[in-house]
């Protein structure tokens, strides 16, 4: 007992010590009235903290409490000002290099079982021959039944060129499986495909700013003109979420002349402010570009996506981008962590920032807002095209993103699509090439009676939704009892006929099935490759590249696009 006390009393007068070093390295560099708001907070913050770990009538997880009040407190200033653990590490160095060891496939729970989602072609998890579908029953022994996912994970990752078993339950087999692989370098390649979607033009989709990226673009690029003979090329930014900035700035750099301005950042350590500019000799600044975003398209594809608009070097098709005009600098920390800390908001080349949400002025409730009308300016492009900042990028050629009907979402969240593949691939050894493969119409007819025939199938159409929502309201005011039948009666209209629903919205059902399918015989690539097919957004990037009448003239201004919009001003939270 003395020690226990003796100990606790170390590490109190530690505490006392820290405090007061903190207290006077602050003094000593300002004493004013803020550095002293920081002390006096860090004071009762650690008391606080003490009294809490002391007295606290359960046993309390000292640093758990520290994570959740470092959290909460950043969570306050925007998503993107971030605290990395030690223990994250690794899951860092994926975001930003795409790398890390393991077996090289996606994992999802499913129930009691963390089952393999996609394995990646080439990787060890392909070539050991584990499929889509298997249920992960042991890793090297150790039963994963009723794992989350995290420790699966956990498991299958470790060093390179170290061994692993694998015990899998898989569909069709009567006995489980005995895999035994070893772990690689794992590198994911941020262009997961390129190619020719006609006889003129290729595609470039990359899914995020990873280290190096922009040399796969290059490379992607010089094969498409040079040796598939390319004329124009359509470069996919749908839903990437960005990355490294350097690497966005050299994707800019491959077709702008050396020496332009691509983005600028500023914050509020003034002396970290800087321009960024096209420093080497571009590889192409004539051909024609198209260059396609979504709304998920954030950060570093907005720099892209934006400073090639405002350069008037590329058309941007698609929907406003995400909006997210903030810099993110890591910094280190104690005990090998570190923090991802918002230091600057970028500008493209037009001057304009593109910050959507306005994360300094929140409502009471905390809720964030977009930019005021009022904080919203207008810029202009090269060649003197309106542009507005506020909202992100407002493409040149707007066009609608599909909405997929709520028995559709279902059918994936709940993983029909993916449990029907599993059995297809049982019954099928091989199927047409990804660009050729359709849903034969008796497949379809059996994928219907398999999705009848689960009981825990369950949805709800957008008119329950709303229909739930007037039977409140008008319960809440008062009204429902004069009008009860009437009720009834629109719920008996409105009930679900799953059969009904899944022929009725039969078309993009199937384009969905197609994809998860072709995934199975052709990887990730032969999902893209399908997906292509009817890709809405591609055709129109198609029919804009074969009319240099339309694709001019809305780089000099002499033909109308949306990119001079205001941004929409709808509330956000």
């Avoid at 350069?311 to 698609?318: E, F, I």
């Avoid at 006929?497 to 009725?504: T, Y």
């Avoid at 919009?565 to 939270?573: A, F, L, T, V, Y």
Wanted: proline share 3%; with cysteine.
């Amino acid at each position: 007992m003395n020690n226990f006390l003796r100990t606790r009393r170390v590490r109190w007068i530690a505490g006392i010590s820290l405090v007061m070093v903190m207290t006077l390295g602050l003094y000593s560099f300002n004493d004013d009235k803020r550095n002293f708001e920081v002390v006096k907070n860090l004071d009762i913050f650690y008391t606080l903290f003490r009294e809490v770990n002391s007295y606290y009538v359960d046993e309390t997880n000292p640093e758990k409490l520290i994570t959740d009040g470092i959290n909460n407190m950043l969570e306050s200033l925007d998503p993107y000002t971030t605290y990395i653990p030690e223990s994250d590490m690794e899951d860092f160095r994926f975001m930003t290099t795409g790398e890390y060891a393991g077996i090289g496939s996606l994992i999802s729970k499913r129930g009691e079982h963390v089952v393999i989602a996609e394995p990646y072609e080439n990787f060890p998890a392909a070539e050991a021959g584990l499929k889509a579908g298997d249920k992960i029953l042991e890793i090297d022994g150790k039963n994963m039944v009723g794992k989350n996912t995290p420790d699966v994970s956990d498991m299958l990752k470790g060093s390179a060129n170290t061994s692993l078993k694998i015990k899998v339950e898989r569909p069709g087999e009567k006995k489980p499986i005995n895999i035994e692989l070893e772990r690689k370098k794992i590198s994911i390649n941020p262009v997961p495909y390129y190619g020719m979607v006609n006889d003129e033009t290729g595609i470039i989709q990359l899914n995020n700013f990873t280290q190096d990226c922009s040399r796969e673009i290059e490379k992607a690029f010089l094969d498409l003109r040079d040796k598939q003979g390319a004329k124009s090329i359509v470069l996919d930014l749908r839903a990437n979420p960005g990355g490294l900035l350097d690497e966005a700035v050299k994707i800019v750099n491959l077709f702008v002349p050396s020496g332009s301005e691509v983005v600028s950042t500023r914050g509020k350590v003034k002396q970290w402010d800087k321009t960024y500019k096209a420093m080497r000799q571009p590889i192409d600044t004539v051909m024609p570009l198209a260059v396609l975003i979504s709304r998920g398209s954030a950060s570093a594809s907005e720099i892209v996506s934006g400073a090639l608009q405002d350069l008037d070097r590329a058309v941007v098709l698609g929907q406003r981008s995400f909006g997210k005009g903030l810099v993110q600098t890591t910094r280190n920390l104690s005990y090998n962590a570190k923090l991802k800390v918002t230091t600057a908001k970028y500008y493209i080349p037009s001057g304009r920032c593109i910050q959507a949400l306005d994360y300094t002025h929140r409502d009471e409730d905390g809720a964030v807002g977009l930019v005021a009308d009022s904080l919203i300016s207008e810029y202009k492009t090269l060649n003197g095209r309106s542009v507005f900042d506020g909202g992100g990028i407002s493409p040149d050629i707007k066009i609608k993103s599909p909405k997929y009907a709520n028995v559709t979402f279902a059918l994936v969240v709940q993983s029909m699509i993916f449990d029907y593949a599993t059995e297809f691939v049982l019954k099928n050894k091989t199927i047409a090439a990804p660009e050729d493969f359709v849903i034969a119409e008796g497949d379809y007819n059996e994928f219907i009676e398999f999705v009848k025939a689960k009981e825990d199938f369950r949805y709800e159409s957008l008119s329950q939704e709303k229909l739930k929502e007037l039977v409140k309201t008008a319960k809440r005011e008062g009204y429902y009892e004069k009008a009860e039948e009437d009720f009834t009666a629109m719920e008996e209209i409105l009930k679900l006929d799953v059969e009904k629903d899944m022929r009725q919205f039969e078309d993009e059902i199937k384009e969905l099935m197609v994809m998860e399918i072709a995934k199975r015989y052709y990887y990730q690539k032969g999902a893209i490759k399908a997906s292509l097919q009817n890709d809405i957004e591609l055709e129109e990037a198609k029919k804009l590249l074969k009319d240099m009448g339309q694709y001019d003239g809305l780089l000099d201004g002499t033909v109308a696009s949306h990119a001079g919009d205001r941004p929409s001003r709808d509330k956000k939270s």
